[in-house]
């Protein structure tokens, strides 16, 4: 079965902040990128999904989802750490510390953080115990 998604896709109103801090977070969970017309970029790919980030199609103003959050997956608990650590590194704020995560019955660490133009991401490692 295919996933849920194609790809997300997110504006940026600063396409250079964007791309570093999203080349360093997405690095730091093992996830390749590419850059195209040095205002865009694309991290996965077509079989996995893909997450993109650029200035709005249409010319407006990027502005963020209240209220949304994009939440990526993390091979391990140390991955969300350096995740959480690359993207403060780049940009970044704080909007919620790595640490463990009482959201259900299985062991989760957890980390959030705004881009450098503000939309909130969140990666999260879950214990399967595989």
Known sequence: ???????VRVGSSDP???IAFYDATFAALGIPGQHHEGI???YGDHGTGMFMVGP??????????NG????LAAP???AVHAWHAAGMANGGTDEGAPGPRDYGE????GAYLRDPVGNKLCAFWVDLGE
Do not use: L, R, Y
């Not at 079965?1 to 194609?6: C, K, L, Q, R, V």
């Not at 299985?106 to 660490?109: D, G, L, Q, R």
């Open 1 to 7: 079965m295919a996933g849920i998604f194609t790809h």
């Open 16 to 18: 250079a902040a964007s």
């Open 40 to 42: 865009h970029a694309m």
């Open 56 to 65: 709005p199609a249409d010319g407006e103003s990027a502005t963020c989802a």
């Open 68 to 71: 949304g959050t994009i939440g």
């Open 76 to 78: 391990n608990a140390e």
């Open 106 to 109: 299985k062991p989760m660490v």
